[in-house]
């Protein structure tokens, strides 16, 4: 009974989410801090006082939440960590101001990042020749590549666990094909530097989408918006579940050029005209306005990242340098597997990707003070 192509499928498979046991969740990169009350009460307003709007069907555009995410990203360059915060005022650091001003046509909204990233294949990548990503990188991408039945070019990492910027391009430029990169990468941790990602442009096939996936990009140095400037070809995808405290809500965006836009437009609208419901737009619209909250917790987890990855190496483990919300480590003569079952014991989620050439390493996402002592404990004894 069942369709052909469902043999080939093999599910991307989350962090798990157990509820067996009020465990601390430090394995899905969600972020610790919950949303900005204002949050809580535009959804309660949108519910009490528009309730009717629940019956009928949301703005198929979403045009109101387009227009507040290009502010929030004009007022804090795509950067939250770095964004400068006056009481609820947010400019961006001399780093990260835009050469342009980000307009609502540029960007497309859907239902999380994962499901923009599916419609951002289906749009932007063919059957006819392979699309070039980092070996260990976000495990959907091939996913994406076997539902959409797109060739995938993995290319290793270096030995440092750098992308190889240099055999991407040579992959892609052989094929004329596209190159899809998380900025900074998971589950390594590590960003290329702006003027590093405009290098790769300037020398990938430029008729071809450039995809950055900047899902952590607000624990980052630096975003890669002011590039749109230059390259035509390029697409940022982009979320709100992990700088602005939305995993549980679900909601990511495209930042790109308008034609390209209008492109997943039209494939968005033969699937589903409505990804984005009415709260969620509700909830979305009132965190972006919250930003400065969200850029001061972004300041507190990259702190207690850095403290937290000094401790590790203080203790003989190996860190790779983060520009993420989480650590990806390992210790010398204890498995992937003993650290993780370590921490599940103490009631402590971490994630461990079971995939040969990482099996050793556990990524940690961060969490509060508390949660970070909690697993220092363990850690401590380990
Ligand atoms: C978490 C993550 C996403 C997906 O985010 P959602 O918006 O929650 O679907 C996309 N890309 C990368 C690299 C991620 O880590």
Redesign the pocket.
Known sequence: MLAQRLSGLHPYVPGEQPTDRDYIKLNA?ENPYPPHESVGQAVQRAAAEQLPRLGLYPDPDVDSLRAEIAAMLNATGGCLGNTRVDGTACTPDERNRLPFTVTPDMIYCGN????V?SFVFYTFFDGDRPLVQPEFS?S?YPVYCGFYHIPMQSVPLLPDWHLDTEAMLRAANETDSSIIL?NPN?PTGIALSRDEVRQMLKRAPADRVFVV?E??CDFAAESCLPLLAEFKNLVIVR????SLSF?GM?L?YIVAAPELVRAVFTVKNSVNHFPVDFITKTAAEASCRAAWYYAQNARRIISERDDFAAFLRGRGWFVIDSSTNFVFARKDGRSGDEIYQAAKHAGILIRLFRTPGIENFVRISIGTHEQMAALKKVLEVL
Request: glycine share 10%.
């Open positions: 990169n999380g990042s994962d499901e990233l976000y959907f998380a998971a996936d899902a952590y979320t709100f579940s992990k995993a679900r990511g």
